[in-house]
């Protein structure tokens, strides 16, 4: 670890793409590897040149996020997940990505920026824009609505430089035990792939449903959590390896005296004399506020209380008289350390979130380093 470096994340690459491979074998059909919020605070270059050979496309929430990966050098195609604005049309062209579509207002815009001739030579002959139509069989939040679908594709039919690729829809409740919901919102989707001509891909599996309804499988997936090996829900039907570890170190110690505060608003009161470190991490990089006066850390081996208010760049904890701890230790505050271990579902559920805000809340000033 580099002694200017006061908080990391340690990415495995390699687990994620362990971990796509066994999504692939569990699924069978393409992989459309999602990568939006930067991998989920893993790092969207790294992980999308890792599985460059493994997934057959990649998957972002924003024109900017798809851009990012084209100037970072990656030629595999790139899935928009959401219908972007009308007005990315030409950027959306430019940067050959695939946008979801589920309004005809962003169809003619792009259909018209390659009847525009002076970008027509730039593109070297480029001839049609691929889309994914969003279908909406039950989420509510996009998508073409499923009794609309068919039509919706008739009308895109008659614009000559668009070419639908694959059409998809999302599950509202495929991480819930119960599948009814799922199962009715894939019924929709069927019936709406029954009345319309072949589309190459069809796909509608996150991680949930990937790993629990294979009917869902169809053409392709495209599962999130799961590559960076973690479970959307309780039930484990694969083997997953976590790919991340948040680290940070120990940057002071002392004893406080009996009924001396800790931290912003003394909250905290010490019952005795009692050892405390500061930790130099905070809600500044992304840790959770909500963690104050109720989280872990692992130092040397062992679990040690968050005590008083966590702040933006350090939290304190209370350390035993006896704990072999110095400034510039290792504190782990996701992941093993010795035979401990704090997992992101114990974060995430003490913080009373869900480990998705865990990951994507880490700040861009936490150093991720990768092996
Ligand atoms: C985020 C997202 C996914 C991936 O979801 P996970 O639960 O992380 O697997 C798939 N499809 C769409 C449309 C998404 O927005």
């Avoid at 074998?25 to 890792?50: C, M, N, P, S």
């Avoid at 001739?117 to 499923?146: C, E, I, P």
Wanted: neutral net charge; charged residues 20%.
């Amino acid at each position: 670890m580099e002694t200017s470096i006061q908080t990391n994340v340690e990415v495995d690459l390699k687990a994620i793409q362990a971990n796509a491979k066994a999504i692939k074998a569990r699924t069978g059909g393409q992989l459309i590897a999602v990568v939006k919020a930067d991998a989920y605070g893993h790092g969207a270059i790294a992980v999308t040149k890792e599985l460059h050979t493994i997934a057959d496309m990649f998957a972002v929430a924003t024109v900017a996020e798809g851009i990012e990966l084209r100037e970072a050098g990656i030629r595999k195609p790139i899935l928009i997940l959401f219908s972007p604005l009308p007005d990315l049309a030409e950027e959306i062209v430019a940067y050959d990505l695939t946008p979801a579509i589920d309004n005809f207002t962003l169809a003619l815009r792009l259909n018209k920026v390659l009847d525009d001739k002076h970008l027509q030579l730039q593109l070297a002959g480029k001839k049609k824009v691929k889309v994914h139509v969003d279908v909406n069989t039950g989420m509510n939040r996009s998508g073409v609505r499923y009794t609309e679908a068919a039509a919706f594709l008739r009308k895109l039919k008659t614009l000559p430089n668009l070419e639908v690729e694959g059409i998809f829809t999302h599950f509202a409740t495929a991480h819930q035990t119960d599948n009814s919901f799922a199962h009715l919102q894939l019924n929709r989707f069927s019936c709406v792939l029954a009345n319309i001509p072949n589309i190459p891909m069809t796909h509608a599996a996150n991680s949930a449903a990937a790993l629990a309804i294979p009917e869902s499988h169809l053409d392709a997936v495209r599962p999130g959590l799961s590559l960076y090996g973690i479970y959307p829900a309780n039930e484990k039907p694969i083997q997953l390896q976590p790919a991340l570890m948040w680290k940070a170190r120990v940057g002071w110690i002392d004893f406080i005296e009996q009924g001396e505060g800790v931290s912003y608003g003394l909250v905290y009161k010490a019952s005795s004399r009692t050892r405390v470190a500061g930790i130099q991490v905070g809600f500044g990089d992304g840790y959770p506020r909500a963690l104050s006066g109720i989280g872990e850390v692992l130092i040397d081996g062992k679990r040690r209380s968050i005590i008083g208010r966590i702040c933006m760049d350090m939290l304190v904890v209370q350390l035993e008289p006896s704990d072999n701890v110095a400034v510039g230790d290792e504190v782990v505050l996701i992941g093993k350390q010795g035979s401990e271990e704090i997992t992101i579902y114990e974060v995430a559920a003490r913080a009373n979130t869900i480990p998705y805000r865990i990951l994507t809340s880490i700040a861009k000033r936490v150093n991720r380093i990768y092996s």
